[in-house]
C-alpha cells in the first residue's frame, strides 16, 4: 500500500524512530510451542533459552533501543518454566512487560494460578494470539471471549492478535465490535497473511494474499476509523508496512472518534522532547481517560469544526461516558522483495525486532539470518538479506 491511497485530506506522515530510540523490543523466551499455526515464520521449534541467556538479552537489547516495551514471545512463552521470574526481572527495570500468548494454558486453568503470578510479578498486558489459522481452537470467537473474561476479572489489558488469511469471512471491525465491550480489551493486533519465503525472493506478488488497502478501506466505510500514524519501510517512505489507529469507540453504539494524525504527530513529538523516547507502551488517553477525552474532543474539533457532530455521535448513549473506550489497532505487513531496489524491504527499524546471536533482529526473518543452534536457515533464502538487513538496523 503507497500513501497515495489513503484519504488525501489526513495529513498524514510516517513515524520514522531512530534506530536508538524504536520503543519496543521482543525477546523469545524459547521456540517451542503447542500449536502449528498456519504459515508460522518460526523453523526452530525445539531451543529453550536458560534464565540467564534472557537475562543477558534484555539488557543487551535495552542497551540497543530505549525500549519502553518489551514483549515476551516464543514459540510460546508459557511454555517456558521460569516465565514469571522473567516478567519478575523486565518489570524491576521500569519496563512495560507483554507476552504474547495462545493462551491455551490460561484457558485450562481454572483458578488462573499462572495468570496471578504474573501479575504479581509486573505483568502489564497480554497479546493473545487466537485467530482462524490455529485448529486447536474450534471456535476461536468464543475462546477469545473465555480469555478476556479471565483478563477483565484481573484487570490485565488485553490485546486480541488476529492473523488476516485470505478468503476469511470475519473482518477487522466484526472483531472490534465483538470485543469492546470488555473493559480490559484495549486493541487489536492483526497481521496479513502472507508466505515469507515466498515474499523475500523476486518475482513474489501479492495478488493472492491479504492487502493492506483492502482492510484500509472496509475501515472507513464499515466505521469511519482512519490512521492516526504509519510506519513506512526501509526502502520507501510512501510505502507503508504498518497502518496504527488510535480511537475512542463507544461499546454500545459503535461510533468512534479518530485520533488525526495532525494531533498524533504533535503528541509525539511532545512526548519524545518531555521523556526524551518514543511513545509506545500505554498512552496517558487510557491513564487519565476523561481528561484526555475532553482536552482531545476539544482539540480535534477546533481543528476541523464537521468533527463535532462525530464527537456528539460518540458520546449519545454512552452513560456519561462509561460506555466509551480508547482503543488502538495496528495492521502490519510482513516483508517483502522491492522489485525497484533489488533488495528485500522490511519494516522501518523493525519494531518488533528480537535479539538473536547479539543484533537486533527482525524477528519475521530471524530463522533465516541469524539462526539459533541446531536448526539450520532455509537453502533458498537470498544470499544478501542479512546483510542488507542488518545494514538497515544499524547493526
Not at 159 to 172: D, G, K, L
Not at 226 to 242: C, R
Not at 252 to 260: A, D, G, N, R, Y
Request: glycine residues 4%.
Amino acid at each position: 500500500m503507497k500513501t497515495q491511497d489513503l484519504d488525501k485530506t489526513l495529513n498524514i506522515s510516517p513515524w520514522k524512530p531512530d534506530a536508538g530510540l524504536v520503543p519496543h523490543l521482543t525477546i523469545e523466551t524459547n521456540l517451542t510451542c503447542n500449536f502449528r499455526c498456519r504459515n508460522c515464520y518460526n523453523y526452530n521449534r525445539n531451543y529453550v533459552k536458560t534464565l540467564d541467556q534472557i537475562k543477558r538479552e534484555v539488557d543487551l537489547g535495552l542497551k540497543l533501543r530505549k525500549a519502553d516495551t518489551i514483549t515476551l514471545i516464543g514459540g510460546e512463552p508459557t511454555l517456558h518454566t521460569e516465565l514469571p521470574e522473567i516478567v519478575k526481572y523486565i518489570s524491576q527495570k521500569g519496563i512495560i512487560t507483554q507476552i504474547l500468548t495462545n493462551g491455551s494454558k490460561f484457558l485450562s486453568d481454572n483458578e488462573d494460578i499462572q495468570l496471578k503470578e504474573l501479575k504479581k510479578n509486573g505483568l502489564v498486558r497480554i497479546l493473545l494470539h487466537i485467530d482462524d489459522g490455529q485448529k486447536e481452537y474450534l471456535d476461536p470467537i468464543k475462546s477469545i471471549h473465555k480469555f478476556l473474561r479471565k483478563t477483565e476479572k484481573l484487570n490485565i489489558l488485553t490485546t486480541v492478535s488476529w492473523t488476516i488469511y485470505r478468503n476469511q469471512h470475519i473482518r477487522i471491525h466484526d472483531l472490534l465490535k465483538e470485543f469492546s465491550v470488555y473493559s480490559n480489551f484495549d486493541g487489536l493486533l492483526c497481521v496479513l497473511e502472507k508466505s515469507v519465503d515466498l515474499a523475500i525472493k523476486p518475482g513474489y506478488s501479492n495478488i493472492d494474499w491479504p492487502l493492506l488497502l483492502k482492510e484500509y478501506d472496509n475501515l472507513k466505510q464499515s466505521m469511519n476509523l482512519q490512521p492516526s500514524v504509519y510506519l513506512p519501510s526501509s526502502t520507501d517512505d510512501e510505502s507503508i508496512t504498518w497502518l496504527v489507529y488510535m480511537y475512542y469507540i463507544n461499546c454500545e453504539t459503535q461510533k468512534t472518534f479518530s485520533l488525526s494524525p495532525s494531533l498524533t504527530r504533535t503528541y509525539q513529538k511532545l512526548y519524545l522532547r518531555v521523556k526524551k523516547r518514543e511513545l509506545f507502551g500505554i498512552p496517558p488517553m487510557r491513564r487519565f481517560f476523561g481528561l484526555t477525552l475532553v482536552i482531545t474532543g476539544i482539540i480535534e474539533c477546533a481543528i476541523k469544526l464537521r468533527r463535532i457532530s462525530e464527537l456528539r455521535e460518540l458520546l449519545k448513549n454512552s452513560k456519561q461516558g462509561e460506555l466509551i473506550r480508547y482503543q488502538y489497532l495496528a495492521i502490519q505487513d510482513g516483508p517483502e522483495y522491492n522489485s525497484e531496489k533489488k533488495r528485500v524491504s522490511i519494516c522501518y527499524h523493525c519494531p518488533d525486532a528480537t535479539v538473536r546471536n547479539g543484533q537486533i533482529c527482525p524477528v519475521c526473518l530471524a530463522d533465516r539470518i541469524s539462526p539459533l543452534p541446531g536448526k539450520d536457515p532455509p537453502p533458498d533464502t537470498p544470499d544478501d538479506l542479512a546483510e542488507s538487513v542488518f545494514e538497515h538496523l544499524r547493526q
